[in-house]
């Protein structure tokens, strides 16, 4: 069970890097261009400010990363510090890319990155999390990026970031002054609502839109024998000991949302007020549902103790599943093995009594590309970023056929870190549908004509193949549910940690999440919110609630 969980992991993270490096509607760049005139730049000051610019002469630029060197799958003989990819770097910019240092795991890194901002001994380029690089700021270790960022980001980068309007670049500026690239997390990763449409078909039930409407059909699982085997062992729907989460299978959020309900995050109110909310009264209201539910044996009653929380699904004892466009990819597949007649239908429902389908922000950005102070070219982080995502989108022809294997890809990648439109899913499965609606793949990049290739395969032999399956689930009918018009996002103010925060936090959250599971078992009343509200804001919550206001502000 546990490797099924880390393959399940893996395989969302390939997911996620595909949906970023797959779209073929990003600006292209002008090949003979990038060939032609750079090599007249010499230094920043020359003022040839040209994204893709060739320096004159060789240049370093050193990194501190985390690569995992076994079963890497280098070809050729090729290294994590000799490979492919930056000979084509050095061939495109005339820059050499070295390690300062590499470790093998990221718990190694973050070691290692901390006695390197200790004792003040930086790589010229490394990635680091919020907290890190607050602190790299106040102890004035890194470059200020903002001119490199306006001069030397190819449209390409700029236009990912405004993607995000400022949620991101706003979370690498101090006093104006932009310090680092941050990662992206692309959008689209909330649940919806997978349901079994054979289940529906048997017991003669529609598509589900209200709450009311689901929790029905999810009753109607329960009790009436779907699978057709004689027994009473099928439920609506299995969950999470957590309850919620982003980008995270069988929470319930689809079921908060329809409340207006919202874990964990950091809201304004109708005052203009920030506050938490997990301690609404929306969530005292759905936590009373959720054990309603949970006491008429809708939820699975084992839920919380199953180390698989996909168990049931593979097992076909669920009908509704709670989970992102992905998934398709994992867990589906197990269900569709064990039965070849499930047939798995995305829903974006339950809707509110306003007809709107209600999901909470993601945290855009965890990573953060930055670079050492003393370092003399910054402007190369920016054209190696650029040169980077021109290899991972396949523009210049000459990267094209430089390891298309993602896993190796992500291996030897400069940086390593994801930069996407925020509505990437979304924008791949339009330009998959226009050239499937048209039958001409002609103008899809390599990926997509993949996956076209399988719609088509799986449309011919359904299920025949349960990889091609996956992509045409996914591709096809997961992510068109993650449509925005389709979607009212509530967004969160707030991400990261306050000082306050670091030193409670984690004792807040893990009374927060014991108090609400105890209260959909029935362990605790209802009204035992109304207590744990008090006893949060007392530990903490309130002064935290102040500092969340006062940083939402800057």
Known sequence: MKLKWIVGCLVVLMLLTTACGSSGTEPSTDTNQTEGTKDTEKSPDSGKEDPFGKYAEPITLSMGKSISTKNTNLPNGDTVDNNEYYRYIEKKLNVKVTHAWQTETQEAYQQKLSVSIASQDLPD??????????????????????????????????????????????????????????????????????????????????PPKTLDELLAIAKAFTEKDPDGNGKNDTYGFTGLPTLAGWNTVNGFDPIFGALHAYKGQWLKDQAGSTVYSSTLPEMKTALAKLHELYAAGIIDKEFPVRKDSTELI??????????????????????????????????????????????????????????????????????????????????????KDIYKDLNVSWVIWPFAIQIGFEDDAYRVHLELKAAWDAKDPSKLNDELKMWYENVKKNSENPKKDLAVWSDSMSRMDGSAEIDPSKLTVIRNVFFGQTKTMELKWAILEKMENETFLKIILGEEPVDKFDSFVQEWKKLGGDQITKEVEEASKK
Do not use: C
């Not at 054979?198 to 003669?204: E, H, S, Y």
């Not at 950005?365 to 054209?383: D, I, M, Q, R, W």
């Open 125 to 206: 380029a490394f990635i680091v999390n919020e907290k890190q690089l607050k602190q790299l700021v106040e102890a004035d270790l890194i470059a200020d990026l903002t001119d490199v960022y306006n001069k030397y980001s190819s449209p390409l980068i700029k236009s990912y970031y405004e993607s995000y309007g400022d949620r991101v670049l706003k979370r690498a500026t101090f006093d104006g002054k932009l310090m680092a690239f941050p990662g992206t997390e692309i959008g689209g990763q909330h649940n919806m609502t997978w349901i079994r449409q054979d289940w529906l078909d048997k017991l003669g039930l529609q």
């Open 314 to 399: 593979a097992a076909n004892k669920v009908g509704i599943v709670f989970g992102p466009w992905w998934i398709p990819y994992w867990p589906l597949p197990d269900s569709v093995k064990n039965d070849p007649k499930a047939e798995w239908k995305p829903y974006t429902a339950p809707l509110d009594s306003d007809g709107k389908f209600n999901t909470y922000d993601q945290n855009p950005t965890g990573s953060f590309l930055v670079v050492k102070k003393e370092y003399a070219h910054p402007e190369a982080v920016a054209k190696v970023l650029n040169m980077e995502y021109e290899g991972i989108r396949k523009l210049d022809p000459a990267a």
